[in-house]
């Protein structure tokens, strides 16, 4: 009973993370009862769970504006998310973690990659300005002989 009880804590879970379930758990059951085997695919189903809605609520979060500077042009997020609700949904839980993963990855260097594009801007109109001055400089010297 108490496996049963778990189980549907997860499903909760997986309702409220919009995750939809994967045949392992239900073919866990029906081939270990409420064993240790089907314990076992309970937790690393929980697990991914657990990891996906940090993630999810991370990617979903309010981002500074060097962080949505960052991710312009970039790698989606949010698609890596929904790779990893497909596998999870497929039952393949390391492709799951992958995706989830990745997507983790994309938005810890959001802000990184927004100070380089906004740095490169700023370095840009700089040369810009410069190059700016020295041709109308020249161009007034050419004007200023004549």
């Given at each position: 009973?108490?496996?049963?009880?778990?189980?549907d804590?997860l499903?909760?879970?997986?309702?409220?993370?919009?995750?939809?379930?994967?045949?392992?758990?239900r073919?866990?059951?029906?081939?270990y009862?409420?064993g240790?085997?089907?314990?076992?695919?309970?937790?690393a189903?929980?697990?991914?769970?657990?990891?996906?809605?940090?993630?999810?609520?991370?990617?979903?979060?309010?981002?500074?504006?060097i962080?949505?500077?960052g991710?312009?042009g970039?790698?989606?997020?949010?698609?890596q998310?929904?790779?990893?609700?497909?596998r999870?949904?497929?039952?393949?839980?390391?492709?799951?973690l992958?995706?989830?993963?990745?997507?983790k990855?994309?938005?810890?260097a959001?802000?990184?990659?927004?100070?380089?594009?906004l740095?490169?801007?700023?370095?840009?109109?700089?040369?810009?300005?410069?190059a700016?001055?020295?041709?109308?400089r020249?161009?007034?010297?050419y004007?200023?002989?004549?």
């Open positions: 009973m108490e496996w049963l009880d778990q189980r804590a499903l909760g879970q997986l309702e409220a993370a919009g995750l939809a379930t994967p045949d392992r758990l073919q866990a059951y029906t081939a009862g409420g240790p085997e089907a314990r076992s695919e309970l937790d189903e929980r697990s991914v769970v657990e990891e996906y809605q940090a993630v999810a609520d991370s990617v979903n979060g309010e981002r500074s504006f962080q949505r500077v991710l312009v970039g790698p989606d997020p949010d698609a998310l929904s790779v990893a609700s497909g999870f949904g497929d039952g393949d839980l390391r492709g799951a992958d995706a989830i993963g990745e997507a990855s994309i938005v810890s959001a802000e990184t990659g927004g100070f380089v594009r740095a490169s801007v700023v370095v840009l109109a700089l040369v810009l300005v410069i700016a001055v020295i041709l109308f020249r161009r007034a010297s004007t200023s002989r004549a």
